[in-house]
């Protein structure tokens, strides 16, 4: 296990209570009393605490019926992109979920990154989200883009989907990306694993109530152990390079590392990191964490990036940032 560096407690602590606040509401409420609008409603609030900025342009636009934007920094390297998968447990979030955290990927790694916004639960259930990612991917193929300047990527239930993707991808013998990142990705939509999991009591985000609750309405409990809704479960052979990270104090930690281990096994080139005395999704706040939580966080994602990108181009890895952990 990867521990980087000890944290800014007060910084971390002082954000941390400042979500629970705004997610008071439904993490005291009864599972069953629950509406899905108060769960959208109390996590849309989430944004409103950021207040990091990139120099980026957004375009907005449409593939199919889905919801898209580019989001393009400044001196864009044109051959290349990546395709983001925003977080949301399934059933809220959108194209501004995440939009602070892409823009400063965006910014580091000078590639444009594709956003859909694609379609929730339960109005939409599994595998709605995942045939929606495998439809962008596609179309950023037939866009021109080479398979060896192109990367997947996506945060929490959205890392889920780009794992989802890969193997759907693989399965239908569609070129994989070069390498994919996967950010606190939900892996197990059983959950049995969580209720063993220390973390329960240090996640301020998420519960073990609020993701049953979303994934009852993904999927029906037959569906929960599939691989393509819970990649923990899949055959995960032939997939390219791997890059997960995850915060010490989230729920989702330890399914990351058991996840590393199984594509290792599996013979996929595979890293997970743990972000010391971190919370689910800490890198939206990385401006107003210490460099060695916030920023180097960013940059090891930009890293892996930039390191798998550059080898399938037969070139080597740009390593001089401040941060760079490749």
């Not at 407690?9 to 606040?21: D, G, L, V, Y």
């Not at 944004?47 to 900025?53: I, R, S």
């Not at 907005?60 to 290349?80: G, H, K």
């Not at 109005?123 to 080479?146: K, R, V």
Request: net charge negative.
């Amino acid at each position: 296990m990867e521990d980087q560096t000890s944290a800014n407690t007060n910084n971390a602590s002082q954000i941390q209570q400042k979500i629970a606040s705004l997610l008071r509401d439904i993490h005291e409420q009864p599972l069953d009393t629950l509406s899905i609008e108060q769960y959208r409603a109390a996590f849309e609030t989430i944004p409103t605490l950021y207040t990091m900025q990139s120099e980026v342009t957004i375009k907005t636009f449409s593939i199919q019926d889905l919801a898209a934007e580019w989001i393009i920094p400044v001196a864009a390297r044109t051959q290349q992109a990546i395709l983001y998968f925003h977080s949301g447990t399934y059933i809220n979030g959108s194209l501004h979920t995440d939009r602070v955290l892409v823009s400063a990927l965006a910014a580091m790694t000078r590639t444009r990154i594709l956003q859909i916004d694609y379609r929730l639960a339960p109005e939409h259930p599994f595998p709605a989200p995942i045939e929606d990612g495998l439809t962008a991917y596609q179309w950023l193929q037939e866009q021109g883009y080479a398979n060896k300047n192109l990367a997947i990527m996506g945060s929490a239930a959205g890392g889920g989907i780009a794992l989802a993707v890969l193997l759907l991808a693989r399965d239908q013998k569609i070129p994989l990306p070069t390498m994919a990142a996967c950010i606190s990705p939900w892996l197990d939509l059983t959950t049995t694993g969580l209720r063993r999991k220390s973390q329960l009591t240090t996640d301020t985000v998420l519960s073990l109530d609020l993701l049953e609750y979303a994934a009852s309405q993904y999927v029906n409990q037959a569906e929960a152990a599939q691989p393509l809704a819970s990649p923990m479960y899949a055959d995960l052979h032939g997939l390219p390079a791997l890059f997960l990270q995850v915060g010490q104090l989230e729920l989702l930690h330890d399914d990351a590392y058991k996840f590393k281990e199984l594509a290792t096994t599996a013979g996929v080139r595979a890293r997970c990191v743990t972000m010391a005395g971190m919370f689910h999704g800490w890198h939206a706040f990385a401006d107003q964490l210490p460099a060695a939580q916030g920023h180097l966080a960013l940059d090891q994602i930009a890293a892996y990036f930039e390191k798998y990108i550059a080898l399938a181009n037969g070139t080597w890895p740009d390593t001089t940032a401040t941060y760079r952990q490749p």
